[in-house]
């Protein structure tokens, strides 16, 4: 199935509506870290932001009736929120996970390694975001 995507053409702020699909989540992961790479984020940060969408647009595929959603990148100052907005009201419950379980850690884990993260209804369905800072601290005092 072929993913459609439409850029804001803003500095600072990277959104695409789309259809999510298991087999272009790399896709998604790779636009994102070639965002956040232009924006001088730490490797670490790039690695955040991948696993991040991975997770998020999976879930959209995995628990959503319709895959259509909205992916949006956006910087603040040294930090990037990544969000997706779905159409389903059902928010997730964030649990510590059954380790021996192969599946119910992603969102636990993004909380986790996140400097920011917060799920919130919309009066369509829901977003779910993260962020993550672009450069560690004492990058941006230099």
């Not at 959104?15 to 956040?36: F, M």
């Not at 907005?85 to 969102?107: A, C, H, K, Y």
């Amino acid at each position: 199935m072929s993913v459609t995507g439409r850029m804001v053409d803003d500095l600072d702020v990277r959104a695409w509506a789309l259809t999510a699909s298991a087999h272009e989540v790399g896709r998604w992961r790779r636009v994102v870290g070639e965002v956040l790479v232009e924006w001088g984020a730490t490797d670490p940060a790039v690695e955040l932001a991948k696993l991040g969408v991975s997770e998020l647009l999976t879930n959209v595929v995995t628990h959503v009736d319709s895959a259509f959603c909205c992916l949006v990148v956006a910087r603040a100052e040294r930090e990037a929120i990544v969000q997706v907005q779905d159409f389903s009201p059902t928010m997730p419950r964030i649990v510590e996970p059954d380790w021996t379980r192969e599946s119910g850690r992603g969102l636990w884990l993004l909380r986790q390694l996140a400097c920011r993260f917060g799920a919130q209804r919309t009066c369509i369905g829901k977003i779910i975001w993260f962020g993550c800072e672009l450069a560690r601290q004492e990058d941006a005092v230099r």
